[in-house]
């Protein structure tokens, strides 16, 4: 069955980066886009990316330009996605997804909490 | 980038009540590339319609969505107790693929 299996949860003090990963299996990792979507507590959500995993080319919402990176390594069929200069205002869980209805699959969540 | 606003921010019914919930998107979506999400706490969200008005795999048949253009609704013909949860509306066409701002639906 498919599955999106990310990295555990991270606390970062403000100004940091972290890289949070998304192992996918069950499926032909190449076929699918993957998109990255963050929550803030009690907040909705925000899309902030998508990756193409055969060629690697990338999109990323305007707001999060130049402070996102979102990378593959095929050989393991992982998808990362970077986030730097970390404010309070990125902490939140983000999630990597699989958006292409009418299959589409979430992964776990990571929640990544920024404090000094 | 469409924008897409939801609304009411708040619907409050009881069991058994019909629910509309409203999508209104800056643009017209592409080939009505609209999809519904139910969310509920410390939970991934969950896709109930996609297309507009395709019901995803499993979902019951109280959960409709209409709609084209600008203009969607997604429509629950009688609530059931496991339905108060937030929903969210998403372009799911070309990126970005934006998000509603989410509508939680409350026990009256």
């Known amino acids: 069955q498919v599955q999106l299996v990310q990295s555990g949860a991270e606390v970062k003090k403000p100004g940091a980066s972290v890289k949070v990963s998304c192992k996918a299996s069950g499926y032909t990792f190449t076929s699918y886009h993957i998109h990255w979507v963050r929550q803030a507590p009690g907040q909705g959500l925000e899309w902030m990316g998508i990756?193409?995993?055969?060629?690697?080319?990338?999109s990323h919402a305007q707001k999060f330009q130049g402070r996102v990176t979102v990378t593959r390594d095929t050989s393991t069929s992982t998808v990362y996605m970077e986030l730097s200069s970390l404010t309070s205002e990125d902490t939140a869980v983000y999630y990597c997804?699989?958006?292409?209805?009418?299959?589409?699959?979430w992964g776990q969540g990571t929640l990544v909490t920024v404090s000094s | 980038e469409i924008v897409l606003t939801q609304s009411p921010g708040t619907l409050s019914l009881s069991p058994g009540e019909r629910a509309t919930l409203s999508c209104r998107a800056t643009?017209?979506?592409?080939?009505?590339?609209l999809a519904w999400y139910q969310q509920k706490p410390g939970q991934a969200p969950r896709l109930l319609i996609y297309?507009?008005?395709n019901r995803a795999t499993g979902i019951p048949d109280r959960f409709s969505g209409s709609g084209s253009g600008t203009d969607f609704t997604l429509t629950i013909s009688r609530l059931e107790p496991e339905d108060f949860a937030v929903y969210f509306c998403q372009h799911h066409g070309n990126s970005p693929c934006t998000f509603g701002q989410g509508t939680k639906l409350e026990i009256k």
């Open positions: 643009q017209s979506v592409t080939n009505n590339y």
């Open positions: 997804a699989r958006l292409l209805p009418p299959n589409v699959y």
């Open positions: 990756i193409n995993p055969s060629g690697g080319s990338t």
């Open positions: 297309g507009a008005s």
